[in-house]
């Protein structure tokens, strides 16, 4: 009897081992699976695109991340203000003609003009012109206009004299305007990017438009993404970092395209209301689930100045501030969701 | 265009970084393990199918690979580094030695190729930058180790010239024939990752090593 109980017992022991054995085996299994970030660059939209997929086989990152450019490619061969033959500069040279789009192409103007008016102005494609002629849109010499021109240039811009006809889908601006679709072409690019990457089922991964970026999953280490936000007034020194996961990323910052004439900062980001660059922000971080419409909110709030950020409708959006005085602004949000850690003021 | 020509013509950069770190040799000296790998070939796609069933079995730390486009028609080859130096892979014999001979043979190295690409990867154990790389219009024209001092090196292409200077371990852009100048105003870079970048001129120069951020917003 007692050896039977033994034998039971040591039965149920054996099992027991069997079954450790086996979890570990599966854990091990698991934990040995070899994750490479395959990573890709390009120029395209006037800037630097980078990309970064986690992947099993370094090989299928490569394949993913070659459809990934080859559609940013093609939204640079549309909506890229930088290259003359885009559908866009074809728009821009035919002023007071209806111009017939594909139904992808008047989405996104629809889009951008929406952005425009939630934006109050502030944000407006048909600022093309204006942009042109601080020398920002192009690889000339930027310098400060004459203020006749900077006037008579600004009666270009008005996002409400684009004609968009729902039932044609075409699209008709006026004698002057020019439409720059800037922050919103980086923005969709990435969206579009996203896209291609999550048909093949990768969940980790990122794309990176000029500082401009979504970023889905964790990175390579399992962790949430590590982002850095440049400081505005030491070239390479980071002024903050943050943790994030499934979100868009935009910055908008006057220290990237810039001159200094008499000690005074003539940056890219023209105030549609002025004509002269913003000057309420040196930098604007915002974190949205819609990286295209970040893009446009990031412009808005730089050129609205921290003041009037705070008093609009828009302020529970995580938010990250260097106001002109060089003083940081950020939300709860912002600090206890993402983890915000200030690195240097 | 086909993927494999893309990756080549357009001289898109890529970079792989292996992440587990596994012991294949434990009875290997710490030293005796790679600190970089070089692989200069006209076929990438072999290359990585043949090396990626061994790169755990090559460092022992998780590793950065990079690709990039080269110029001119080169000698094809490897070249391995450890923490004592040059690894001789055709008259060391050792199990690391042993992979990379077999590696050389199945891509036919050396030879003479003329669209030549560079596979690097470098031990992400290197904390400190050692070398930058020049890059101009995406392809990799020169690597610099850090320690050198350099004045006024040029770089010029279809779209323009850039010089630089290299000194105490930090490179800045002395001038640059772009209108806007950003790449000058940009000061002197040191940590591992910083990049200057130009973008009108297409150049780039970058400071090798691990970056401390995933990503960067600005």
Known sequence: MGNIFSMQKLIKILILINIISCISFLSYSQNDTTRYEVYASKYLLGTLIEGKVIVNDINDGRKILYLAFKEIEKIDSLYSYQNLNSLLNRINKNPDKEIKLDDETYSLLKRSKHYSALYNGLFDITIGKLVDLWGFNSEREIRIPDSSLIKQYQSFVDYRKIILNDQNKTILIRKGMNLDLGGIAKGYAIKKACEIINQFGIKDYFIDAGGDLYISGLNAEHQTWHIGIKHPRKPNSFVASFRASNIGVATSGDYERYIEIDGVRYHHIIDPRTGFPGNKCQSVTVIMDDVEQATAFAKYIFLLGYEGFRKSSFSNIPYFIIDASGKVHYNEIFKNNYNLKIIEE | ?218
């Open chain 2, 1 to 218: 265009m086909k993927r494999r020509d893309f990756f080549i013509t357009t001289g898109i950069i890529g970079s792989f970084y292996c992440l587990r770190k596994l012991k294949a040799f434990d009875y290997l000296p710490e030293n005796n393990y790679l600190s970089n790998l070089l692989i200069i070939t006209d076929d990438c796609d072999k290359a990585v199918n043949l090396l990626q069933p061994h790169l755990s079995k090559l460092f022992n730390s998780s590793m950065e690979i990079k690709e990039n486009g080269l110029t001119g028609s080169i000698n094809a080859d490897i070249v391995a580094v450890t923490a004592l130096g040059l690894l001789n892979y055709k008259t060391e014999k050792n199990p690391i030695a042993n992979i990379l001979f077999n590696l050389s043979k199945s891509l036919n190295l050396p030879q003479k190729i003329n669209n030549p690409k560079l596979l690097s990867i470098t031990s992400k154990n290197t904390k400190q930058p050692n070398s930058i790389s020049i890059f101009s219009d995406l392809k990799l024209i020169e690597r610099i180790p850090i320690s050198e001092n350099i004045n006024d090196y040029k770089i010029q292409n279809n779209f323009g010239e850039l010089y630089f200077n290299l000194t105490d371990r930090k490179v800045w852009v002395k001038g640059s024939s772009c209108k806007h100048k950003n790449c000058e105003l940009q000061g002197k870079i040191h940590n591992s990752g910083d990049n200057i970048i130009c973008i009108p001129n297409r150049i780039r120069i970058e400071i090798n090593g691990k970056h401390f951020f995933d990503a960067k917003t600005y």
